[in-house]
Each structure stands twice: as C-alpha cells, then as structure tokens.
C-alpha cells in the first residue's frame, strides 16, 4: 500500500486545514488509518484513527474536539480536518495503515505503511 499525504500549508492560529491520505495498491476500508505527527526534537506522537472494523474514532486528549478524522472509500482516502489549530499543532503530519488492535491504535510500531509527511505550519 502506498500512500499520500498531501494538504499541509502555513495557517494562522484558530485556522483551519484539511489533510488528505490518499492510498493506492490497497483498500483503505481493510486498514487502521492514522495520523502521527513529528515536530524537531519530540517524538512522533498520534493525531487521530480510524479503525477498519466499524469505522470507530480515536484522539488524543490534546486534539480531542479539533481535529476530526474521517474516511471516503470510494476515493480511498483518509481526511484530517483540523479547525481550532494551535501553534503546538506545527509539525509534519504523517498518515499511516495498519491493523493494531484496539489497545494499540496509538502505537506507531504496529503500523506497515506511512506516507512521506506533509508540513503544517500554525504562525501569526
């Protein structure tokens, strides 16, 4: 599977992006979908998930409220719709598939296939 983050951009505080994942060579539907994010010296850390059994959502409390996760399969991809952005919220956002169990939705190591990153800048 491969796949494509794209829809990152330079916003300012209480802005609003909209990050998409597109996959190829895979059905999303059959994936965990997620978003991981990285900023300079942290830690990737999870954003959000979609599992791909019943579609269930998950979230941090940091983006709880903010940020939503969702899926389209008929276009086979993911969309992070961010609003309410923070200046904490500046980092490459990866998307990411896999099918971790419920317990492990927000460990990074339980995933296959990540997208290349795509940079969200939250500055006045």
């Known amino acids: 599977v491969q796949l494509q983050a794209s829809g990152g951009g330079l916003v300012q505080p209480g802005g609003s992006l909209r990050l998409s994942c597109a996959a190829s060579?895979?059905?999303?539907?059959?994936?965990?979908i997620s978003w991981f994010r990285q900023s300079p010296g942290k830690e990737r850390e999870f954003v959000a998930g979609?599992?791909?059994?019943?579609?269930?959502?998950h979230y941090p409390d940091s983006v709880k409220g903010r940020f939503t996760i969702s899926r389209d399969n008929l276009k086979n991809t993911v969309y992070l719709q961010m609003n309410s952005l923070k200046p904490d919220d500046t980092a490459v956002y990866y998307c990411?598939?896999?099918?971790?169990?419920?317990?492990?939705?927000?460990?990074?190591?339980?995933?296959?296939?990540w997208g290349q990153g795509t940079q969200v800048t939250v500055s006045s």
């Open positions: 060579g895979g059905t999303i539907s059959t994936y965990t």
């Open positions: 990411a598939a896999g099918r971790p169990v419920l317990s492990g939705v927000a460990q990074l190591g339980l995933y296959y296939y």
């Open positions: 979609i599992r791909q059994s019943g579609g269930s959502t």
